[in-house]
């Protein structure tokens, strides 16, 4: 019997090779697949220790959750986020930063599988409120810098702000960080000689009003200096006329007009009273020396 060469159809034989090369490269990509899915999930290459470092009173348990918690889960469904050069750094940084009261948050991985958070606190100074009278108010840092909100708190822990015109918001400033220092100041140079202030009021053309505790009020203007409005209402008290002022016994002292000081002695009458009866008010001007 002959031996006979079966012929191969021409269109076979591409169907073959298009089915060889088909089969290869599936086996290609999956051996690549493969490879990176064994690959990211090497605990060498694995974030498994999350360090906290920062602030005063934030609980680092919490901000670890919320780190721990962007670790989870996948890109597309194949690369783990632990996978140490893959690690979603800015969303870890945008996940902290938006606790309130945190800020400077950075993130680094160090020694392979760690990575360390740190962050500074806000430190609260005083309180920016919606009203002199309201209990909405937002915490301002040392540079006049309104970043959370504030619980209901009650006597004098923070002193209050309300600034007419603007709506507390958190990310807002309340004033220059150089008006601001100024009006803490003459807050505590008030303190020094037992006038305690209670709010402080600013208004959009640089007047101030500070609410003494006791009663009465003192106006004056952002841009002198707290240590001449200081010097202005002592010259006041210290003259004849007015040396039995204190905080109780007047309706309010006005020295934004230099060496004129307005002195308004007449106690303000409730709105309910004025309906019955009107009060009269005596304002009474002096001139200090230079």
């Known amino acids: 019997m002959k031996n006979r060469r079966r012929l191969i159809d021409a269109d076979t034989l591409v169907l073959l090779k298009q089915i060889g090369i088909g089969l ?28 906290i470092e920062g602030g005063e009173t934030v609980r680092h348990d919490i901000v670890r959750e919320k780190v721990e918690g962007r670790l989870e889960g996948t890109y597309l469904g194949l690369i783990p ?8 750094k800015e969303e870890i940084t945008e996940t902290v930063n938006s ?8 993130v680094v991985r160090k020694r392979r599988t760690e990575i360390f958070v740190t962050f500074d606190e806000y430190r609260p100074r005083a309180l920016w409120c919606k009203s002199v009278e309201g209990e909405e108010c937002l915490f301002v840092d040392t540079t006049g810098y309104a970043f959370g909100s504030a619980p209901k708190l009650s006597g ?3 002193l209050r702000f309300v600034k007419n015109g603007e709506e507390a918001e958190v990310g807002n400033q309340l004033a220059s960080q150089a008006e601001f220092d100024s009006l ?28 003494i505790v ?15 409005t200081l010097e202005n209402l002592l010259t006041v008290l210290a003259s004849e006329d007015f040396s039995h002022i204190k905080p109780g016994n007047f309706q309010y ?12 002695e007449e106690i303000a009458v409730p709105e309910e009273e004025t309906a019955i009866e009107s009060a009269s008010s005596t304002i009474e001007d002096i001139t200090l020396d230079n």
């Open 99 to 106: 606790i309130e009261r945190l800020h400077n948050v950075k």
């Open 81 to 88: 986020k632990r996978f140490a050069w893959l690690y979603p």
């Open 253 to 264: 002292i006005d020295l934004r007009f230099g060496n004129k000081v307005f002195v308004n």
């Open 24 to 51: 290869l490269v599936i086996g290609v990509v999956a051996l690549v697949f493969s490879a990176i899915w064994y690959g990211t999930r090497l605990s060498v290459l694995t974030i498994s220790s999350v360090h």
């Open 214 to 228: 006791g009663g009465g009020e003192l106006k004056v203007v952002a841009s002198e200096s707290p240590e001449k």
């Open 184 to 211: 803490l100041m003459l807050a505590d140079l008030l303190a020094g000689h037992d006038w305690y202030v209670s709010h402080i009021e600013l208004d959009q053309v640089g007047d101030v009003f500070i609410k």
């Open 156 to 158: 004098g822990s923070f």
